[in-house]
Every structure is written in C-alpha cells, then in structure tokens.
C-alpha cells in the first residue's frame, strides 16, 4: 500500500503563478522527500526534509512538515513552462527503511 | 559525476518472453534499488541491495523476477517468463546510505511493453 498520497492528483496552472502539492502519509518518519519526473524521464530528487523540521526552501521550492497532521505541502513559486512535471513525495518505511512513493501530482505550467 | 546508467532505454516483448535489464549505480554508492512504476503510479520497490546481499525483496515475484548484484557494482534485473501486467518503467536508483535516509538517483529507466 501507498505510505504517501499526493493531493491534487492534477494541477494546471499558468506561467508566474504560484503551485501547492499537498502529501499525506500514514505512520511516523523521521524524513520525507520530494522527487520530481518530467515525462519520460527518471526521478529527480528536489529536497528532503526531517521530522525535526518544519519548513525548508531551496530555490523557488519551500516545503512544509506537520508531523501532528502527517502532512507536507510543496510550494512552486513563479513557476515556469519547465516545472511541468509529476512530483513525488516519499517516505521511509519498514526495517530497511525502504523509500514509498506516493501516485503523484501531475503540474502543468501553460506558457 | 555520471549518473546512474540504464540499458535498454526501451523493450518490446512477447508475452512469456524473456527480458533482462541492466543498471550501473554511480561510482561509490553501496546500495542499488529496483523500482517498478506503472503508468499513472509511483514507483514501487522491487528490490534492494547493499553492496552484493540482499537488504530487501519482500515486493519482488520471486516465481518470474530475479536480480543479481555480483562483486558489488553493476546490477541486472531479469523477467522470465513476462506478463502482460510486467509493462511498466523499470528504474534502477542508487544511494551512498542505505534506505530513505538520504537521497536516491535515478537512472532514466528502462520502459518494458509486453504484448
């Protein structure tokens, strides 16, 4: 089963504005990352940020973390043409700590 | 620094054809991962190594899936016999720390259609 769920599963937005992913996730971690793929490529690792965090920015990205809720959000801000892409979030699970990925949000920046 | 490195980029196949699908991590990084992502989906975790031994391969069908990490480096990934449902991207991804704990990167896939 998904230990992450990715909140809107589509968002269409225009070039400038501003793009909020939300994820969901069921039991405690002690990290969660963010992953983006454009369409045919691999994943791409865009920022981690631990339990003991609550915000963390780099770039045009700022993530935020509520353990109490088991939530994050992923902001894009003046997003362009190239941030459309499927974004990600992960979690580690189990004894090996294994990465589960959410289904994704899909963002589309029209020009 | 190269990337993680994948062959073939694309695979067609009959069903209960054989297929195998081979990754190269990046230099140094100890664990290698096998993940399976069917369209619409995340990826799912096959199966893990660190180094040549097996950390993970609860996710892996075991009856038609098997892969081999030998001397520690480059890793191959075999389906025998395939399924339609086999058709997916398979992404190999390497860390230099075990588990989630830091980041994974990925290699570009490999997309498997099995008709």
């Known amino acids: 089963s998904q230990q992450g769920e990715e909140d809107p599963q589509a968002l269409s937005i225009q070039e400038g504005e501003n793009a909020t992913m939300n994820c969901s996730y069921k039991?405690?971690?002690?990290?969660l990352q963010w992953y983006r793929q454009n369409s045919g490529r691999g994943l791409v690792h865009l920022i981690l940020?631990?339990?003991?965090?609550r915000e963390k920015h780099s770039g045009r990205l700022r993530v935020t973390l509520d353990t109490s809720k088991k939530s994050s959000s992923l902001l894009i801000t003046a997003s362009r043409a190239a941030d459309t892409a499927s974004y990600f979030c992960?979690?580690?699970?189990?004894?090996?700590?294994?990465?589960?990925f959410g289904s994704g949000t899909q963002l589309t920046v029209l020009p | 620094e190269a990337g993680v490195a994948q062959s073939p980029r694309y695979k067609i196949i009959e069903k209960r054809q054989s297929v195998a699908f081979w990754c190269n991590p990046i230099?140094?990084?100890?664990?290698l991962y096998w993940y399976q992502q069917i369209l619409g989906q995340g990826p799912k975790l096959l199966i893990q190594?660190?180094?040549?031994?097996?950390?993970?391969d609860s996710q892996l069908p075991k009856d038609r899936f098997s892969a081999e990490r030998l001397k520690g480096v480059d890793s191959t990934l075999k389906i025998q016999p395939a399924k339609l449902e086999d058709s997916a991207v398979y992404l190999c991804?390497?860390?230099?720390?075990?588990?989630?704990?830091?980041?994974?990167?990925f290699g570009p896939g490999t997309r498997l259609t099995v008709l």
């Open positions: 190594f660190q180094n040549n031994g097996v950390v993970d």
């Open positions: 940020i631990r339990s003991n965090e």
């Open positions: 991804a390497s860390s230099s720390v075990a588990g989630g704990l830091n980041e994974q990167f």
């Open positions: 039991t405690s971690i002690n990290n």
């Open positions: 992960a979690t580690p699970r189990g004894s090996a700590r294994q990465l589960t």
């Open positions: 230099s140094g990084h100890a664990t």
